[in-house]
């Protein structure tokens, strides 16, 4: 009797992977029954985690975030006769320091956010400082009575948040080494981990800014603060250069109209002297006294009307801030939910406890097959 080796090949691979599928089975029986007989451990943990998750959403305390939106559109400058006089001159009011990404760049700089720290808020009738009333709402200086106890009296002393105060109205160039410590590591601190910029798209003039702390009112006050901050220095710079070149033409008006007086009271003085004048040499001295006062009131007249083209150049350079979407009350938070947050966690925990009871099922069948195995 002839027997294809092939088919006998084909029917022991098919027995096999009947035993295997049949031992899949078999397997995912044992374990459904061992789950079914630990239900309530199953249970139990769903509960516990659904009472650590209502316990967690009840003391977490939640950050709230403060989104500023505005764009930035610059004007291009129309005056065509101040920008052939800035050929000339070697001046151009509609150049600035700052452009829009600068602008954007300026919400990371340590200097705004320690200027805007120091703007004002009322808080109970009592005027303190932004940076006063964060390090009161952070509750900086709750542990500073037992440090102070626990202080060893051998030890220096060394200044800490617990000792300085920064009252309100005090100017930034007096603070002592101490408060300008802490502000810099404030305002640092803040810019790492609270404070977001984002311009959309370069193509796009719209930018995003958000602050985000645990106090909902020093999130909305600060947010206002360095926007305007901001925005104020951001066109004093750009202001700075145009008003400077203002400043020195109209410097040279002022010059100008001064010799032109000189010139007016000088004719005027020569001509009472000489009423009658019988020599030629005296007509030539008050020709020479009236073409100097046409010079200077042509020149007059024409840096003036420059001067006018100029302030009106800087208006239509100086850029467009406009806010578009402004922070209101109640902000934007992460406060989490109690039924929400115990569900996610007395799910996760069930399941948790399905995986860990799975592993020790595994582990138990394997050590009875190996006891099996050496009897």
């Known amino acids: 009797?002839?027997?294809?080796?092939?088919?006998?090949?084909?029917?022991?691979?098919?027995?096999?992977?009947?035993?295997?599928?049949?031992?899949?089975?078999?397997?995912?029986?044992?374990?459904?029954?061992?789950?079914?007989?630990k239900k309530w451990i199953v249970v139990a943990a769903g509960i516990i985690g659904v009472i650590i998750g209502i316990i967690?959403?009840?003391?977490?305390?939640?950050?709230?975030?403060?989104?500023?939106?505005?764009?930035?559109?610059?004007?291009?400058?129309?005056?065509?006769?101040?920008?052939?006089?800035?050929?000339?001159?070697?001046?151009?009011?509609?150049?600035?320091?700052?452009?829009?990404?600068?602008l954007v760049e300026l919400f990371r700089s340590r200097t705004m956010v320690e200027m805007a720290l120091l703007k004002p808020i009322v808080v109970d009738g009592d005027t303190m400082n932004l940076l006063e009333y964060k390090i009161l709402a952070d509750s900086s200086r709750n542990k500073c009575d037992e440090i102070n106890h626990d202080e060893d009296p051998s030890k220096p002393h060394?200044?800490?948040?617990?000792?300085?105060?920064?009252?309100?109205?005090?100017?930034?160039?007096?603070?002592?080494?101490?408060?300008?410590?802490i502000i810099m590591g404030i305002a640092t601190a803040m810019i790492l981990k609270d404070i977001g910029i984002e311009k959309i798209d370069k193509k796009l003039s719209y930018a995003y800014f958000s602050i985000s702390s645990k106090d909902e009112r020093f999130a909305k006050e600060f947010s206002t603060s360095m926007i305007n901050t901001v925005f104020d220095f951001y066109l004093q710079s750009k202001r700075v250069k145009s008003q400077r070149n203002i400043d020195e033409f109209q410097a040279r008006a002022d010059s100008i109209r001064k010799e032109l007086n000189k010139s007016l009271y000088a004719l005027a003085h020569y001509?009472?002297?000489?009423?009658?004048?019988?020599?030629?040499?005296?007509?030539?001295?008050?020709?020479?006294?009236?073409?100097?006062?046409?010079?200077?009131?042509?020149?007059?007249?024409?840096?003036?009307?420059?001067i006018e083209v100029m302030k009106l150049d800087m208006a239509k350079s100086e850029p467009l801030i406009q806010e578009i979407d402004i922070p209101r009350y109640p902000l934007e938070n992460d406060k989490k939910g109690k039924v929400k947050t115990g569900l996610k966690y007395g799910i996760v925990l069930g399941f948790l406890s399905v995986f860990i009871l799975c592993v020790i099922h595994f582990f138990l069948t394997v050590k009875n097959e190996e006891e099996e195995a050496n009897e």
């Not at 019988?278 to 840096?303: H, P, R």
């Open 1 to 37: 009797m002839n027997i294809d080796l092939e088919d006998l090949l084909q029917t022991t691979e098919q027995q096999e992977n009947k035993v295997s599928l049949a031992d899949i089975k078999k397997a995912v029986k044992e374990y459904c029954l061992f789950l079914w007989n």
């Open 56 to 102: 967690h959403a009840y003391i977490y305390k939640p950050t709230y975030t403060a989104t500023y939106k505005f764009s930035i559109e610059s004007k291009s400058s129309g005056g065509g006769g101040l920008n052939a006089l800035s050929m000339i001159a070697g001046l151009s009011s509609s150049s600035g320091t700052f452009s829009g990404d600068n």
């Open 158 to 181: 060394i200044a800490s948040i617990c000792d300085i105060t920064f009252p309100y109205g005090q100017s930034r160039e007096t603070f002592s080494r101490e408060q300008d410590s």
């Open 271 to 306: 001509r009472d002297l000489n009423m009658n004048p019988s020599k030629n040499v005296l007509g030539v001295e008050q020709l020479k006294y009236q073409t100097d006062i046409q010079i200077n009131t042509s020149a007059y007249s024409e840096i003036v009307k420059n």
